[in-house]
């Protein structure tokens, strides 16, 4: 989902990082509230003042939204769940969980944490408003926290629409999950549901550009856009991980790949193994020792006239701690791996000594076998023997 995102602070150890595209919303919240909105609460301010009005409740809004995530992260960590951390984006926050909850129970009170904490910060700041109102405080004040008493409801109330994967969403999901008692059920019903909601609020954003709202209608397609590619992406990461299970790299990778030696010329590797065995990926060895690898990317940087005399031991990629892996990984961290770094392949390895391969193409062909024959997302078959070619 995200990009690089910076790590700024650490609150009861999540740390709490910000995505860069967050710097776009927060810029678009404090131009909207130095420009517009608090120069029509309180008039007559320097332009100063409204921009030092914008940047403080800009900053108390996003605190909000911190302590927002920050409930989530504690009811999850009190029902033994781990929290990657907070990312703050374009769309909001997000408390990252590492694991699904295990129970709906524990499903819901994670979910409702987030909106009861939004609405206690609204009730505060309104509170605060009706009583310092009657005192000599300054206006500016009193919009500021008329202001966070307004956006903290309505993040309490849009997070609690039941579109998945939004806190309403997951809320919808614990129900349905307490009613069938299947957690892949409920994800995909309450996913179906999202769907309809978001093409409902495309709809009607649409509609608002048509009738020249621009900003709005505009805002309202983005939000429906990122709820039907959530909501799919969250499902599709609950089949995967369903379907894995509690299978390791052992059960799934190639085992005794194709090798290539240092004093290979790359000529030999391409007319003699690659190419006739259709790999792309050659773990490279001595003996029992495994020294790393040899793909069709480092060859590419060769000019074919030099492949005569160029060996393996000039232009191999030594093996390490982000391209080897341990047989007794568990497949599903393997993937997770994958979509963090980008990498594909992997060596498999145990004690300096090459056990195997496995790849990308070896988890999402097995995925689709299963999703082929009607497993997806079921407790895996056992199974002892891994695949066959580097691939």
């Keep these: 989902m995200f990009s690089k995102p910076v790590r700024i602070l650490e609150i009861f150890g999540f740390q709490i990082r910000v995505d860069p595209s967050w710097l776009l919303i927060a810029a678009l919240v404090v131009w909207t509230l130095s420009g517009s909105y608090f120069p029509a609460k309180v008039p007559g301010l320097r332009p100063g003042d409204y921009l030092g009005l914008g940047l403080v409740a800009a900053a108390a809004f996003f605190g909000g939204l911190i302590l927002h995530e920050l409930a989530h992260s504690l009811v999850a960590r009190r029902f033994g769940l781990k929290v990657g951390g907070i990312t703050l984006f374009i769309f909001g926050g997000v408390a990252e969980l590492d694991e699904e909850p295990a129970s709906a129970r524990s499903e819901f009170w994670i979910a409702i944490a987030g909106p009861v904490m939004s609405l206690a910060l609204a009730a505060i700041c309104w509170l605060a408003h009706l009583t310092l109102e009657a005192t000599d405080v300054s206006p500016p004040v009193l919009a500021v926290l008329d202001y966070l008493a307004l956006i903290n409801l309505v ?34 019903q309450a996913t179906m549901i999202s769907e309809f909601l978001a093409y409902g609020l495309m709809t009607i954003g649409l509609v608002a550009l048509f009738f020249g709202n621009t900003a709005g209608g505009l805002w309202q397609v983005l939000i429906a856009f990122f709820l039907l590619s959530a909501g799919r992406a969250t499902y599709q990461q609950l089949v995967m991980k369903l379907a894995l299970g509690k299978r390791t790299v052992a059960s799934m990778m190639t085992r005794d790949p194709m090798v290539t030696i240092p004093d290979d010329t790359l000529a030999q590797v391409v007319d003699g193994i690659m190419l006739p065995n259709a790999v792309s990926f050659l773990p490279v060895t001595e003996g029992d020792l495994l020294l790393g690898y040899v793909d069709t990317a480092l060859i590419r940087r060769i000019d074919r006239e030099n492949w005569d005399s160029t060996h393996v031991a000039d232009i191999y990629i030594t093996a390490d701690a982000g391209n080897t892996v341990p047989p007794t990984l568990a497949a599903e961290s393997l993937l997770q791996r994958i979509a963090e770094t980008g990498r594909r392949k992997f060596l498999v390895a145990e004690q300096q000594r090459l056990v195997g391969v496995i790849t990308l193409t070896d988890l999402l062909s097995y995925l689709a076998v299963l999703q082929e024959i009607g497993m997806a997302g079921r407790p895996p078959l056992p199974t002892s023997a891994g695949a066959s070619g580097n691939r």
């Excluded at 993040?155 to 309403?168: C, H, Q, R, S």
Aim: glycine fraction near 8%.
């Design 155 to 188: 993040l309490a109330v849009f997070n609690l629409l039941p579109a998945f994967p939004l806190d309403g969403g997951r809320v919808l999901r614990a129900a349905l999950w307490q009613r069938s008692g299947d957690i892949l059920v409920a994800t995909r």
